[in-house]
């Protein structure tokens, strides 16, 4: 296929790609805890200038995360004058800007042909489309990792310093958006020291130099987790070292290895392409690869076809390795890009084989461009754009103005008894409208249900409603989405 037709196929998919992205995100998008608590810690920057040192928790050990993602995501807030559509389109830019660089490093590595078909499963996959579209630190992980992969690579080539310094920098953001990401650390760490080992006669002040990039580009993103660590006697630091290495280490696990290897690559194959077989076509790439034209591509193919599958496959080992519990799919933001890599290959590797002729080769890859596309516009691109099937923020919304209206004053405290207790997603409502929705002394309890009432909250165990003591239920309504809420207010000691 000639070039320029190519690049227009690729510019039309660009459109296509932003638009599901950004397609109704109000409506759309989910907005629950994570995401309410994250623009609620936005909007306090904005408002009170409570700058934050510290990030969201991590969904592995007691570890907290870096601030980074809360700093990225607050002027998006201030511009969409603190509606979450802002940090919402944010998130999809970033997602869609992923598929651009996954684009050109295919089309640098491989050729025009093959980045477009990565770059077009990339573009439609559900998984992917689905982690585009709301607010959470996992979610721009594959653009990062992208980035980090492109620096690796040109390091290699050219041994140019500064490129380490910007592999380094997004080693710094990556480790700030989720702990996994750690795992590219011992990749740059084999890379640099396989790469000294070949320049060894340069001379030690040559080798050290990319080093102090390297250490440099990490540390600067990272300069207000360090302060924080350095104010608090390194607790993350502890707690890091405590999951890997200290009794939970020791945790049984909920599946051997092997098990939960298998069921995880065939959990990623499944969710990223649709269909059973992917994990077979990914396998076959492959093989490709290995066997059949080894010594007819060039150097810098070999090396980002290594590079891409050899971090995968250690990915995922480590991963099942250290992770003894369940093991979910955002955890391995940063495979997601490497996996259209491999998959983006299969289609170059077999050019190169001539096993087929170019019309027979089209049409193989036509063929299974099409059984993708059907069961993902069927199935799941449905589900994603459905409408009415979310109205997560307006829910929010409706919930936090009834609050407000049968509030006496704005000293209140706000919990669920559904989910998360926090309820941050009507608390982040309320604050904006000014009220404290922690108060210790709060003129109203508001219990909220969602999905059905839950029954009279009266003497709950649930120590967000048990701290106040013994309360009397005054109020109990259905406000709407299927959202009950409970008035509750303290008895009076007389």
Same mark, same amino acid.
């Given at each position: 296929m000639p !070039? #320029? #037709?190519?690049f %227009? $196929? *690729?510019l039309l998919l660009l459109i296509v790609s932003l638009g599901v992205r950004c397609y109704r995100p109000k409506a759309l998008t989910i907005f629950l805890d994570d995401q309410a608590r994250d623009v609620l810690v936005a909007a306090q920057v904005l408002k009170e200038g409570r700058i934050p040192f510290i990030g969201p928790m991590a969904s592995i050990g007691s570890l907290y995360l870096g601030p980074l993602f809360y700093w990225l995501i607050t002027p998006f807030l201030w511009l969409a004058n603190f509606d979450p559509v802002g940090p919402i389109l944010l998130v999809a830019f970033l997602g869609w800007l992923a598929n651009i660089v996954l684009f050109f490093l295919l089309e640098k590595y491989f050729n025009l042909r093959s980045a477009f078909i990565g770059a077009f499963l990339y573009a439609l996959s559900p998984l992917i489309i689905h982690n585009s579209r709301f607010i959470w630190n996992p979610n721009p992980v594959p653009l990062f990792t992208l980035i980090f992969l492109w620096f690796f690579l040109e390091f290699w080539e050219k041994s140019r310093p500064k490129s380490l310094f910007w592999l380094g920098v997004s080693l710094g953001i990556l480790i700030q958006l989720h702990y996994v990401t750690g795992i590219l650390f011992l990749v740059s760490l084999v890379g640099y020291l396989a790469w000294a080992l070949k320049n060894r006669t340069k001379g +030690? !002040?040559? +080798?050290l130099k990319p080093a102090t990039f390297l250490i440099l580009g990490i540390v600067l993103p990272l300069i207000p987790f360090i302060l924080f660590e350095l104010k608090n006697r390194f607790i993350n630091t502890q707690a890091g070292w405590r999951f890997i290495f200290g009794p939970s280490s020791d @945790?049984?696990? &909920? *599946? /051997?290895? /092997? @098990? !939960? %290897?298998f069921g995880l690559w065939g959990r990623l194959s499944k969710e990223a392409l649709v269909v059973d077989w992917a994990w077979g076509y990914f396998v076959l790439s492959f093989l490709a690869f290995l066997g059949l034209v080894i010594k007819k591509i060039s150097a810098r193919t070999r090396r980002l076809t290594w590079v891409t599958s050899l971090t995968f496959l250690f990915g995922l080992l480590t991963t099942v390795i250290i992770i003894k519990g369940q093991i979910h799919l955002h955890y391995l933001g940063l495979l997601l890009p490497l996996f259209f890599i491999i998959i983006a290959g299969a289609d170059y590797f077999w050019q190169k084989s001539r096993i087929f002729n170019r019309p027979i080769l089209a049409l193989i890859n036509l063929l299974v461009? $099409? &059984?993708? $596309?059907f069961p993902m516009i069927r199935e799941d691109h449905k589900l994603l754009f459905k409408e009415g099937n979310n109205q997560q923020i307006n829910r929010a919304q409706d919930v936090s103005s009834w609050i407000a209206d049968q509030s006496e004053d704005k000293n209140i405290f706000v919990t669920s008894l559904s989910g998360s207790p926090y309820a941050y997603t009507y608390r982040y409502y309320l604050y904006l409208a000014g009220f404290v929705t922690d108060s210790l002394q709060p003129s109203s309890v508001f219990a909220i249900c969602e999905g059905g009432e839950c029954g009279d909250p009266e003497g709950h165990a649930l120590w967000e409603i048990a701290q106040f003591g013994v309360l009397k239920t005054v109020l109990s309504e259905q406000v709407g989405y299927g959202v009950w809420v409970y008035e509750l207010k303290p008895v009076s000691d007389n």
């Open positions: !070039a #320029k #037709k190519v %227009l $196929l *690729f +030690l !002040a040559n +080798l @945790q049984e696990r &909920l *599946f /051997s290895p /092997s @098990q !939960a %290897l461009i $099409l &059984l993708i $596309l």
